[in-house]
């Protein structure tokens, strides 16, 4: 079974510094895609950034980048230029195959706050 | 930009009582999700849906669960007869087929079982 680690349950940053998330997973799998949520007070899900396995370039998404270490297996999020926005529950997902069985599994998330 | 919906965004029952919980996919979507969030915990996976059938489900969807496409644009959970632990945020999501591996979920169902 897979599974995914979130370790650090809060963090706090100063707006327009940067921030980094960590995530690790375990998997057995070679094939997967990684994903980070992010979960505003409203608790809508929102997809942040995706990586897939079997690319070694990074995943970048305007002020948002990922650190994709496969061997080690671990994905965390970069938040370059915080903004006050962007205080929400961070969640880092895991997913294997993308057929009919695919799922997310979640990690327990990460609570960021911006400070002004 | 497409959107998965979801109606209710807020419902209150009573225990014992059925709740149908409604999701309206992005229109050329595929599969289709159930998960669920208790308060304060991570978002647990229910149930997957492809080609009217149930691909994929977890252990906490039990027989009090059950999905359905009863058209070609809805995508619906009943729960059978609620319980307290129930309560949660329920959340359904879409996938495509075409560069397809992201689910986009829609704003949720805060469900409250009292």
């Known amino acids: ?116 | 930009e497409p959107e998965v919906t979801q109606t209710p965004s807020h419902q209150v029952t009573q225990m014992g009582q059925e709740v149908i919980l409604r999701c309206v996919p992005i229109s050329n979507h595929l599969y289709f999700y159930w998960y669920r969030q208790i308060l304060g915990q991570k978002v647990e996976f229910l149930v997957s849906f492809y080609n009217n059938e149930i691909s994929e489900k977890s252990e906490i969807f039990d027989d009090q669960f059950s999905v359905e496409r009863p058209d070609g644009s809805n995508f619906t959970l009943k729960i059978r007869s609620t319980k307290l632990e129930d309560s949660a945020m329920y959340f359904c999501a879409s996938r495509g087929t075409s560069g397809g591996e992201t689910q986009y979920f829609g704003p949720g169902t805060r469900l409250l079982v009292l």
């Open chain 1, 1 to 116: 079974a897979q599974t995914v680690t979130q370790s650090q349950p809060e963090m706090s940053v100063q707006e327009a510094e940067t921030v980094t998330l960590s995530c690790t997973y375990d998997t057995s799998e070679n094939n997967y895609y990684l994903f980070w949520y992010k979960q505003p007070p409203s608790r809508q899900m929102i997809l942040v950034i995706r990586q897939e396995a079997y690319k070694q370039q990074n995943a970048t998404e305007n002020r948002f980048s990922v650190n994709f270490q496969k061997a080690a297996k671990s994905f965390s999020l970069k938040i370059s230029d915080s903004q006050l926005g962007d205080t929400a529950m961070y969640f880092c997902a895991f997913m294997t195959h993308t057929g009919a069985n695919s799922k997310l599994t979640f990690g327990k998330g990460i609570t960021l706050s911006v400070r002004p």
